[in-house]
C-alpha cells in the first residue's frame, strides 16, 4: 500500500513536470503568457476610462495622440468587452487581437458593439515589455456619431 503510494506521487509529479516542460518549450521567454496578461491590464484599464493609467502600455510616439481622448472618455461607459484569440507572428515579436467593447455614450444613451484591432510589438532590447498601437478613435467616434 504504502509503495503504491509513493509510486502514486512520483507519477504525478513527472507528469506535472512534464507540463511544465511543454509550456516552456512552446514559449520559452514566457512572451505570449506576459502579453496576454499585459493585453488583459491595458484593456481592463480602457473599459474603466482610465486612460492615463493605460497609457503606460501605448506607444511612446502615439501616447501624446492617446492621451488626447481623456476628455472624450469622461461620457463613454465600457460596460464589457469580449478578446479574441492573440495571433503572434512567427517569432512572437508582434500579435494583434480584436476586441469587442460593449459600450454607451453617456450622451445618447444607446450601447453599441465595438470592434477594434490592438496592434502589439515587444519593445526591442526588454524581454517582454510590449506596446499597443491604439484605436481608441475609432472607440470614441462609433460612440458620439462622428464621422472617423
Given at each position: 500500500?504504502?509503495?503504491?503510494?509513493?509510486?502514486?506521487?512520483?507519477?504525478?509529479?513527472?507528469?506535472?513536470?512534464?507540463?511544465?516542460?511543454?509550456?516552456?518549450?512552446?514559449?520559452?521567454?514566457?512572451?505570449?503568457?506576459?502579453?496576454?496578461?499585459?493585453?488583459?491590464?491595458?484593456?481592463?484599464?480602457?473599459?474603466?476610462?482610465?486612460?492615463?493609467?493605460?497609457?503606460?502600455?501605448?506607444?511612446?510616439?502615439?501616447?501624446?495622440?492617446?492621451?488626447?481622448?481623456?476628455?472624450?472618455?469622461?461620457?463613454?461607459?465600457?460596460?464589457?468587452?469580449?478578446?479574441?484569440?492573440?495571433?503572434?507572428?512567427?517569432?512572437?515579436?508582434?500579435?494583434?487581437?480584436?476586441?469587442?467593447?460593449?459600450?454607451?455614450?453617456?450622451?445618447?444613451?444607446?450601447?453599441?458593439?465595438?470592434?477594434a484591432n490592438q496592434e502589439w510589438y515587444r519593445e526591442e532590447g526588454l524581454e517582454n515589455s510590449?506596446?499597443?498601437?491604439?484605436?481608441?478613435?475609432?472607440?470614441?467616434?462609433?460612440?458620439?456619431?462622428?464621422?472617423?
Amino acid at each position: 500500500m504504502k509503495g503504491s503510494i509513493i509510486l502514486g506521487c512520483a507519477l504525478t509529479l513527472a507528469f506535472a513536470l512534464q507540463l511544465g516542460c511543454a509550456a516552456t518549450l512552446s514559449d520559452p521567454d514566457g512572451r505570449e503568457n506576459s502579453l496576454e496578461e499585459i493585453q488583459r491590464k491595458y484593456t481592463q484599464l480602457i473599459r474603466w476610462g482610465e486612460i492615463e493609467r493605460a497609457s503606460v502600455f501605448v506607444d511612446p510616439t502615439q501616447r501624446e495622440g492617446f492621451l488626447s481622448y481623456t476628455d472624450a472618455f469622461e461620457s463613454i461607459r465600457i460596460t464589457d468587452f469580449d478578446t479574441g484569440e492573440l495571433a503572434f507572428d512567427e517569432e512572437a515579436e508582434t500579435a494583434t487581437v480584436e476586441v469587442t467593447y460593449h459600450a454607451y455614450s453617456l450622451i445618447t444613451m444607446l450601447e453599441k458593439k465595438i470592434r477594434a484591432n490592438q496592434e502589439w510589438y515587444r519593445e526591442e532590447g526588454l524581454e517582454n515589455s510590449w506596446r499597443v498601437q491604439p484605436e481608441l478613435e475609432g472607440i470614441v467616434h462609433a460612440l458620439h456619431g462622428e464621422p472617423r
